[in-house]
């Protein structure tokens, strides 16, 4: 059978040994293939090939349930399930999605693009299972990079207390999330993978008594104690760890064996109640060069397969904000100790592993755990120190109780750096960054603020790291403007202050961080048609430079505002509030993304979809000018 063959997963049943490695082999060519032309994450799903044949072998996909945390690993998933002759489409607009997705396959039980979920979401599918009194298997398929997430161990802890629910945790172990792990847990399955399965020693202890003289079939009530006692003898400590929280422990086996893990997953059904699987795999397994770089080649860009170097752009493009960003916190860290960058789990995509090269002593990665990274900033905050948390905005959202609670109520001075702010391309909706300004500038003693270009970017810097007090940045994804950049000596923002970038009569716009050039561009093309506008590049969404404001719109009499983010509760919210509440009573027109999910596609495509090109803008802002007042009915 050949891969394109298969459209259903049910269709793996039967096949042999030799047939499922034929399949495997076929997997890992249209998987890097595919990602080599389009970009995508590469590692992830090369590692668990056998571990999805081994399973779904063990599986009826009309009825089972499989719950895959991340997506990461899932391309395997997708390429068996029906979407082969669209996996070329992978990430592109109206293609295949990189995360599984509810709407896309009936075999996408669960979606998610956030890490240390499954768990939760299978019990939840368990417990429903057993109250509607049907049977099924519900399967969740977790990384150990994702059981460092709180929220792993929280369902861990729920399962092992329902001894009549039964449910598979795969633990797939490669000793990576995205970057190598951190923390204990980590270190522990570490010590397992070193150690030899040891789950014979239960199975194989009854039957030995069995043949004892004067035993057979009497056997003592004490056995299965006895039973227990000797296997936590020999089961490393993680897996006694896991049985103490109510778990049957079957591990750690090779997760690129076929054989054993089949007969692994059969025995795994068997047992009543939570049994957790620990599968010990490769991440990149069958391409030596993301073997050898399994940070490098978690994602990659498009690239050659033969070289594994990236294809090179069509010509230079100036530096990243995150590159400009990790550079200037850098610089300022060397010359100030009480700085601390904390990350959860993203140093590559962050840039903070600059820092950690260059001041490892000020640099914290807690591992996939947002909440305790911001309440961990707000820890060294009060002895001190000047916390920058550095989380992509999606990622954010978890620590959003812990940034009310533990910082903005006390008013400490953490500094947060929302990475990947707005649109950020073929991730999709789990990973836009559109809901920051909403859900942060509702919260007292916040201050938000957002860089028109990366030179301003590097004062705001500057500005986070003295502030007295809670605040924090939002900045795009890819490339700066290609601005002059200062080497040191960047001088701070006054906050809420905004700045004046052009003149004009007829209406004024007001721009927030990556929608400033737009409307800038926006402006040149009204001027062809005889309006001229003001527009301000806004820096900060509160405090609102209301002084600067308020007499522009009074006197303009037309406002207009732009924000690559939700326009539910954003920064055009905020302009209108502050113009209501000083009862300046002018029309307000909101530009920026409407209340809808954003799906994956190139960020251009997402931006023209939306309105938010500079052309689009221009002639939303003539057609209210065309616009013939309504009458008033009387």
Not at 76 to 90: A, E, V
Request: hydrophobic share 40%.
């Amino acid at each position: 059978m050949h891969l394109s063959e298969l459209t259903h997963p049910n269709q793996l049943h039967g096949l042999s040994i030799h047939q499922l490695k034929q399949i495997a082999r076929q997997i890992r060519e249209k998987h890097l293939q595919t990602v080599a032309t389009s970009g995508g994450h590469l590692g992830p799903g090369l590692g668990v090939v056998e571990l999805t044949l081994a399973l779904y072998q063990t599986l009826d996909l009309d009825r089972d349930k499989v719950v895959w945390d991340v997506g990461h690993q899932a391309y395997p998933h997708k390429l068996i399930t029906g979407r082969y002759d669209r996996f070329h489409t992978l990430r592109q607009k109206d293609g295949v999605a990189g995360y599984l997705k509810r709407g896309e396959s009936e075999f996408d039980h669960f979606g998610a693009g956030h890490a240390s979920t499954s768990i939760s979401a299978a019990l939840g599918m368990a417990i429903a299972r057993d109250a509607q009194g049907e049977n099924f298997k519900v399967v969740a398929v977790i990384g150990d990079g994702a059981l460092t997430g709180g929220m792993a161990l929280e369902a861990i802890n729920h399962a092992g207390h329902l001894p009549k629910t039964n449910l598979m945790v795969v633990l797939n172990d490669n000793e990576m999330s995205i970057s190598p792990n951190v923390g204990a847990i980590p270190r522990y399955l570490n010590k397992m993978r070193l150690s030899p399965p040891v789950q014979f020693l239960s199975d194989n202890l009854e039957e030995q008594f069995k043949n004892l003289p004067f035993v057979g079939d009497s056997l003592s009530p004490d056995l299965h104690r006895f039973k227990e006692s000797m296997k936590r003898l020999a089961v490393p400590k993680v897996g006694a760890v896991f049985e103490e929280l109510g778990f049957t422990y079957i591990g750690p086996i090779d997760g690129h064996n076929l054989e054993e893990m089949i007969a692994t997953f059969e025995l795994a059904h068997q047992h009543p109640g939570p049994v957790l699987v620990h599968v010990a795999t490769v991440k990149g397994k069958g391409y030596e060069i993301a073997e050898n770089d399994q940070v490098g080649y978690h994602a990659q860009t498009p690239f050659n397969i033969a070289t594994g170097k990236a294809v090179p752009a069509s010509k230079p493009k100036p530096p990243g904000y995150s590159k400009v960003f990790a550079h200037t916190l850098t610089k300022l860290a060397e010359n100030d100790r009480r700085i601390i960058g904390i990350t959860a789990a993203m140093a590559t995509g962050t840039g903070l592993d600059k820092l950690q090269a260059k001041l490892p002593n000020q640099y914290i990665d807690v591992g996939i755990a947002e909440q305790h990274a911001a309440t961990l900033a707000a820890g060294l905050a009060c002895e001190g120190m000047r916390p920058v948390a550095v989380i992509y905005s999606t990622f954010l959202q978890r620590a959003f109780d812990q940034i009310v609670h533990d910082i903005c109520i006390q008013n400490l001075p953490v500094f947060f750096c929302l990475d990947r702010a707005g649109i950020v391309g073929a991730d999709g909706p789990t990973h836009q960054g559109m809901y920051d300004i909403a859900y942060l500038r509702c919260i007292p003693n916040m201050v938000l603020m957002a860089p028109k270009d990366e030179a301003e970017l590097q004062r705001m810097v500057v500005t986070g790291v003295n502030h007295d007090g809670p605040i924090a940045m939002r900045y795009p994804r890819g490339n700066g403007h290609g601005v002059p950049l200062m080497e040191e000596g960047w001088e701070e923002l006054p906050i809420g202050k905004a700045e004046i970038l052009r003149q004009g009569d007829d209406v004024l716009m007001v721009g927030y961080g990556s929608m400033v050039y737009p409307a800038m561009q926006a402006a040149e093309i009204l001027s062809e048609h005889g309006i001229e506008a003001t527009v301000l590049n806004a820096r900060f969404a509160k405090p609102i430079d209301s002084e600067l404001i308020h007499p522009l719109a009074a006197q303009i009499g037309r406002v207009v505002t732009l924000e690559e983010g939700c326009l539910m509760g954003g920064f055009g919210s905020a302009i209108a509030e502050s113009l209501l509440d000083a009862d300046i009573t002018v029309p307000v027109t909101r530009i920026g993304v409407p209340d809808i999910l954003v799906d994956h596609a190139t960020p251009d495509q997402s931006l023209a979809e939306l309105g938010l090109m500079p052309p689009q803008i221009a002639d939303r802002i003539l057609k209210l000018f065309q616009r013939k007042p309504e009458p008033v009915s009387l």
